[in-house]
């Protein structure tokens, strides 16, 4: 492959709902342009896209491939990014470093969950795009039913660029408006029951191409013929001013309309060199335009890395301003450290091809660097810039893992932070109360897959499990208490006892050790003994076994003796002093509260209400937003460990949510007794 200047270089990102064809239609691209001699097939793991074992296994994508193809003298980097809601994080990144995108949507489903997930990502990127709608080919296909689709969903103007000819098993081509031909397998005229439609169509399209401009809009309106050209420049203007959105058409398995698309991403997508880069400097935190060209200071943004089981760690990267060069060093300005970048590499799938540079605009790989993670950025040392990071989901469901044996465990650790350096919306976190590991991700696939990685990729087989919620216990009165340790067992002795007052603390206070000691009755090198029996005891509550928190102890009183006390009787007479004193103080066992923002279609409002009442969950507020309603509500986690497979079943896959932790309070009487009998029966 040539060295491809940045004007002819075009970065698209293929998104849609899962199982909508945008592999096959990068296959189809690839064949096209003759990058490949042969089509592989999605359900035969052949596709250059889909080349990880899993994708192979589930013949789903679920990793973002780069799949460069050149057409008609230009570059075009397609990003093809998995469909499925597991893995947005894919799609964040791709769409992060691409100019444009290609909305692909089934002709038999229509608009789908995913489709409106896509969309939502490309508004926030404020990408041009154009719509391709596959399986033409296909049984119940219906072009128009799904343009109607889009228009009823979206907020666009939709302009069909093409029609299909035939539909279903009659597939057979497209007629283009813009030339007002038709394509079956060879050029034609139109057939005669189809140029009524057109001709409806085609008045359409120049109707959008004219508005696009004011000098096009004139001619127009005065009566004149617009040309092919001026049809062009008119949709090029609109497109990238997202006031048209152009519709295509075609069967990529068929490959049937991929060669127009090709043609379409040239003609009407813009370039690298028609956005504009903004950076900051880490130094004084001002931000700068950047202009592209090599000759610019490097700003480099990494947005994927994969850990290649044959060249290790591999780094995925776009070059916005100047040029990228193999053995050479830049600074990772978001970690202040710098990094030497060894041989690079052109990707198409898992095929590398080794190059002396990236240059700007365009789109490559490293292996083997050291400090680099997703969402960084490279500069120049003397020039230091720092590009916008990516705005990746916080994860919404999570497992608790151990490993299969001793020898998982001794590489567990590291084998975790490789996997969550690969994927940015993994988190592996320790709960110190139920000491447990928790994986945490976008959904059970999504987890299920990070499992089935490290057994493949690093050697690690883990057995995963829902989390134990974790409890707290705290008090709701103040009480006083004697712990008294006294041993004698000839020779020297234990001797120490302590007068303890527990008082409650305002929710989140945690707790708080006051030394109150008066006149020597216990001597002062005793006291951080006291201290630490104290902290050592609230870690196991007397309620259920939970820690104990959001309370003060007071040590007010005590006794000693000068021979036989020591540091081990007083931390012992604390803990006994604590566990009585907790007892007097009505104890309570407390719980995690979590803040829920869901994002769901209106029809569902009700559904999701009733179920989150059912969950013991509080309602806060209700917004609507464009046909969407978003609540916000507190829930306790014990209710909602799998709430993403639930609002998946009640919504058609169409809601979403983030959550966080909120607070702990108590929990209910009625809820608080099941919970500590089940405790009681673990611990015998």
């Known amino acids: 492959m040539k060295e491809y200047s940045g004007d002819r270089i075009r970065n698209v990102v293929l998104l849609s709902h899962g199982g909508t064809g945008k592999t096959s239609l990068a296959e189809a691209m690839l064949y096209n342009t003759g990058a490949i001699k042969r089509l592989g097939k999605v359900d035969e793991g052949t596709t250059v896209s889909d080349y990880d074992p899993e994708e192979i296994r589930r013949h789903i994508s679920v990793n973002t491939s780069l799949v460069p193809c050149e057409w008609r003298d230009h570059k075009i980097n397609v990003l093809d990014t998995p469909g499925y809601a597991d893995f947005v994080g894919e799609m964040k990144g791709a769409t992060r470093v691409a100019d444009a995108c290609i909305i692909v949507v089934d002709a038999t489903s229509g608009v789908e969950v995913g489709t409106e997930l896509a969309w939502k990502y490309a508004d926030e990127r404020d990408l041009p795009r154009l719509v391709f709608i596959n399986k033409m080919d296909r049984d119940n296909a219906n072009f128009g039913r799904t343009l109607n689709q889009l228009r009823e969903a979206f907020e666009a103007n939709f302009v069909p660029l093409q029609l299909p000819v035939g539909v279903g098993e009659g597939f057979e081509g497209l007629i283009d408006l813009v030339t007002m031909k038709a394509y079956v397998g060879e050029e034609k005229d139109i057939p005669p029951e189809l140029l009524e439609e057109a001709r409806s169509f085609q008045q359409a399209l120049v109707e959008a191409a004219a508005e696009a401009e004011d000098e096009l809009i004139v001619k127009y309106l005065e009566g004149e013929e617009l040309t092919a050209e001026e049809i062009r420049r008119g949709l090029v203007a609109g497109t990238k001013a997202r006031s048209v959105i152009l519709v295509l058409c075609g069967s990529a398995t068929q490959v049937v309309g991929s060669q127009a698309l090709l043609d379409a991403m040239v003609e009407y997508l813009p370039s690298p060199a028609e956005s504009e880069v903004r950076a900051r400097s880490p130094l004084s935190g001002l931000e700068e335009t950047l202009e592209m060209s090599p000759a610019s200071p490097l700003a480099v943004l990494v947005f994927k890395t994969f850990a290649d ?376």
Do not use: W
């Open 309 to 684: 089981p044959y060249v290790g760690k591999l780094t995925y990267f776009r070059v916005y301003t100047g040029v990228m060069e193999s053995d050479s060093r830049v600074l990772n300005a978001s970690r202040n450290k710098e990094e030497r970048i060894g041989q690079l590499f052109r990707l198409r799938g898992k095929e590398q091809e080794v190059v002396k540079s990236i240059s700007t605009g365009d789109i490559g790989a490293v292996a083997k660097l050291q400090a680099t993670s997703t969402g960084d950025t490279f500069c120049d040392k003397d020039h230091p810039l720092l590009l916008a990071e990516i705005g990746f989901p916080h994860p919404v469901y999570s497992a608790a893992i151990k490993p299969k044996t001793k020898a998982d465990l001794d590489k567990m650790g590291t084998a975790l932070a490789r996997l969550v350096e690969e994927d940015p919306t993994l988190r592996v976190s320790r709960e110190q109360d139920t000491r447990e590991t928790i994986l945490s991700g976008m959904g059970e696939s999504h987890v299920e897959i990070a499992a089935r990685r490290l057994e493949r990729k690093f050697g690690v087989e883990i057995e995963t499990d829902v989390p134990k919620v974790p409890y707290k216990e705290t008090i709701r009165s103040t009480a006083s208490a004697e712990g008294k340790h006294k041993k004698q067992t000839g020779g020297r002795g234990q001797y120490g006892v302590v007068q303890l007052r527990l008082e409650p603390l305002p929710r989140g206070q945690g707790f708080e050790f006051v030394d109150k000691i008066r006149g020597g009755a216990i001597p002062h090198n005793f006291i951080p003994a006291v201290e630490k029996g104290l902290k050592e005891a609230i870690q196991t509550g007397v309620l259920a076994g939970y820690p104990a928190i959001d309370f003060q102890a007071v040590l007010y009183d005590g006794k000693y003796h000068p021979v036989d006390s020591s540091e081990i009787a007083f931390k012992t007479a604390a803990s006994l002093g604590f566990k009585k004193a907790m007892e007097e103080a009505n104890p309570v066992l407390l719980e995690p509260i979590m803040k829920l923002a869901i994002t769901v279609p209106e029809e569902f409002m009700g559904d999701v209400l009733g179920d989150l009442n059912s969950k013991r969950a509080r309602v806060m507020g209700m917004e609507q937003s464009g046909g969407l309603s978003v609540i916000t509500a507190q829930a306790p986690l014990a209710e909602i460990q799998r709430y993403t497979t639930d609002l998946r079943s009640i919504t058609q896959g169409r809601g979403y949510f983030t959550m966080e932790f909120d607070h702990y309070e108590e929990v209910p009487d009625h809820v608080a007794q099941e919970i500590i009998a089940r405790a009681k029966a673990e611990e015998k």
